[in-house]
């Protein structure tokens, strides 16, 4: 499979891969919009995404100095309310250093590049580098889904080779950096990941093996996935004639994030 000359990687593409061959192909490489709904009920799935857009917002905001009680004064939904405070007393009073809210890093990777957007990195002089990811979740994924994940894998590597491109004073190695995922539903239960040299290796070669496989495909080559639950939550599922009903936004398949391609990969990244 020859890749357009400007294609990037990111956690949500290779997400989509290793979830489903197929999907990856008509998503990221034919671009194809199709029309069915990921998630049932609709209005309440969209009511869900927005309001993790809506957080993910006023956190970026927060951290570029915006009075938190004015950001308070914006909010009409218990949801989010909730949400806010469980971040305004629990989770800010806990970041010390240097933070930099909604950081995008790109860096070459076997022959392309990989992309991650972090919602929130914290560097301090030891240095450590802190990873925050904010799931806006109804439901909190468990510690070994999570660290299966792809962004589990994409983003402290990614910031290890790419940190010298916007600090280059510091001299961050793999076991001074944690990503923790932190859940304003669930405030007191983050999740928090520790790096090391040697998930870094086995990093690279996981990933560097995807995308081995991405190029060596053919069209025909992309499968479809083998785990047919998965497909309740994928647009493309009436064109591949796997069922027209969407599935329940209520299980941990379906956590409604703004930026969290659990199932259901809505992000660009």
Same mark, same amino acid.
């Given at each position: ?20 061959? %197929?999907?990856?192909? $008509?998503?990221?490489? !034919?671009?194809?919009?199709? =029309? *069915?709904?990921?998630?049932? /009920? ?63 890093i790109s860096v070459p990777f076997h022959g392309y590049r990989l992309l991650a957007k972090f919602d929130l990195l914290v560097l301090d002089d030891a240095p450590i580098a ?24 994409? %983003?402290?590597?990614? $910031?290890?080779?790419? !940190?010298?491109?916007?600090? =280059? *004073?510091?001299?961050?190695? /793999? ?95």
């Amino acid at each position: 499979m020859k890749l357009p000359i400007d294609f990037a990687f990111s956690q949500a593409n290779l997400q989509d891969f290793m979830d489903c061959e %197929y999907r990856f192909l $008509l998503k990221h490489i !034919h671009k194809l919009e199709w =029309p *069915a709904v990921e998630s049932e /009920p609709a209005r309440l799935h969209e009511e869900k995404m927005e309001l993790g857009y809506q957080f993910h917002r006023m956190v970026q905001q927060y951290f570029s100095g915006v009075d938190p009680e004015i950001l308070q004064g914006t909010i009409d939904n218990t949801d989010l309310s909730f949400w806010w405070q469980s971040f305004v007393t629990l989770q800010a009073s806990q970041i010390s250093g240097t933070s930099r809210p909604e950081l995008l890093i790109s860096v070459p990777f076997h022959g392309y590049r990989l992309l991650a957007k972090f919602d929130l990195l914290v560097l301090d002089d030891a240095p450590i580098a802190k990873i925050y990811d904010w799931k806006t979740s109804q439901v909190k994924p468990n510690r070994s889904n999570l660290q299966k994940k792809i962004q589990t894998m994409v %983003y402290p590597l990614v $910031l290890f080779l790419g !940190h010298t491109g916007f600090q =280059p *004073a510091i001299n961050l190695s /793999p076991d001074k950096i944690e990503m923790t995922y932190w859940f304003p539903q669930f405030p007191f239960d983050p999740i928090t990941f520790s790096y090391s040299q040697g998930q870094f290796d086995r990093d690279v070669d996981l990933l560097t093996g995807m995308v081995d496989s991405i190029l060596a495909k053919s069209e025909s080559g992309f499968n479809k996935t083998d785990q047919p639950q998965k497909c309740a939550f994928c647009r493309y599922r009436s064109l591949c004639n796997r069922g027209k009903s969407a599935g329940s936004n209520t299980t941990e398949e379906s956590v409604l994030s703004a930026d969290d391609l659990e199932t259901l990969s809505f992000d660009a990244l």
